[in-house]
């Protein structure tokens, strides 16, 4: 098939086999079946400038690799990817390479994207999948390239999100934080822009692991799983005007690192534990001025530094479960001032007869 031309598979049952025997498409390549169903028997390749679109059906990856320049699936028709084992690979360049919604689409198995991209031109742009859950969220991986790379749409979600081998700049929207369910990986090649918005953590079970290598997120980060714990496997470094906000299950901190951020917000949802990597060894957390007020939080192996004043208060809900250092668990003073002042005032009622 010519360049120019597009393969389309407009099958609408189910039973279809796709065997390329090592060829590879100059077109690209639509499915577009009500009902239909196509599974590869091997890898299927279309060329580096040409679009892979699913508008109605399902593909059956079989555990093989699916490879083209760009992905579309912007519709609201019934599809489902199954990955079994394999993966979804692009290499477009400047220009929108994934662009896929996520209503009425289903995937299963690996659910492994790669962007393979090398050069340096232009900006890739990843749609990340609105309001998509964490059972259908992708693997998003940004192997390499120089290039910009940017995410799109209000609201973003990925299961993981890994940029090893890319030394580009990643730059995200400017509405709604991108909410990650699984890992974080960033590059330490990499170039982060600031922003207002930055990454929730969700992920509901299991451990989810943060991996800065180095980079500062100039950016807000939240953590709000409902399950998971989430580990920081570095020392995490946030904006000096943007905030860290830590509001339930649990945060292990690594072992002997230093973590900063403009300001540390921490209220537990109904709780938090804060701990390190290594149970016995301090980390620290560090904020530069102002006061931290946690509430219902349990925290072990912590220093509080920085210049801030870390507030712990006990009858906030909070527990020093050992080896803190920096923390004031105390008795919250507001409480201890209106309990004085009534006191005070019940001496010096004066005494009628």
Do not use: H
């Not at 609201?155 to 509405?175: H, I, K, M, S």
């Not at 860290?244 to 949802?269: C, D, P, Q, R, Y």
């Amino acid at each position: 098939w010519g360049a120019s031309l597009i393969l389309t598979f407009a099958s609408t049952s189910s039973g279809n086999t796709i065997t390329t025997n090592g060829y590879s498409f100059a077109c690209g390549c639509t499915f577009n079946g009500v009902g239909g169903e196509w599974t590869l028997q091997d890898n299927l390749t279309i060329a580096s400038t040409r679009t892979l679109t699913l508008t109605n059906g399902s593909i059956n990856l079989n555990n093989n690799t699916l490879t083209g320049g760009l992905f579309s699936s912007n519709v609201t028709n019934a599809r489902n990817i199954s990955f079994g084992t394999g993966k979804i690979v692009l290499s477009g360049n400047a220009t929108t390479v994934w662009n896929v919604s996520s209503v009425s689409l289903t995937v299963s198995g690996s659910r492994r994207v790669e962007f393979n991209y090398s050069g340096s031109t232009g900006t890739r742009t990843i749609n990340l999948m609105a309001t998509v859950n964490e059972t259908n969220a992708l693997d998003f991986y940004i192997t390499d390239g120089t290039d910009t790379v940017t995410s799109t749409g209000s609201v973003r979600n990925a299961r993981n999100l890994d940029f090893t081998g890319f030394a580009g700049t990643y730059t995200l929207a400017t509405t709604g934080n991108t909410t990650i369910f699984g890992d974080l990986t960033l590059a330490s090649g990499m170039t982060l822009t600031a922003a207002n918005v930055g990454f929730t953590f969700a992920k509901s079970s299991g451990t989810q692991t943060v991996t800065t290598n180095g980079k500062t997120l100039d950016m807000p980060v939240t953590v709000s799983t409902t399950g998971a714990t989430v580990a920081f496997a570095d020392a995490l470094t946030i904006g000096a005007t943007k905030t860290l906000t830590l509001t339930s299950t649990a945060v292990k901190f690594s072992a002997g690192s230093t973590n900063t951020a403009g300001t540390f917000a921490i209220a537990g949802s109904p709780s938090i534990s804060i701990g390190s990597s290594i149970p016995g060894t301090q980390f620290t957390l560090s904020q530069a001025s102002g006061t931290v007020s946690a509430s219902n939080m349990t925290i072990s192996d912590c220093i509080a530094a920085g210049g801030a004043t870390w507030n712990a208060f006990t009858d906030q809900g909070n527990v020093d479960a050992g080896n803190v250092d920096g923390w004031d668990f105390g008795i919250s003073p507001v409480v201890g001032a209106t309990e004085y002042t009534y006191r005070i005032r019940s001496f010096t009622q004066p005494r009628r007869f």
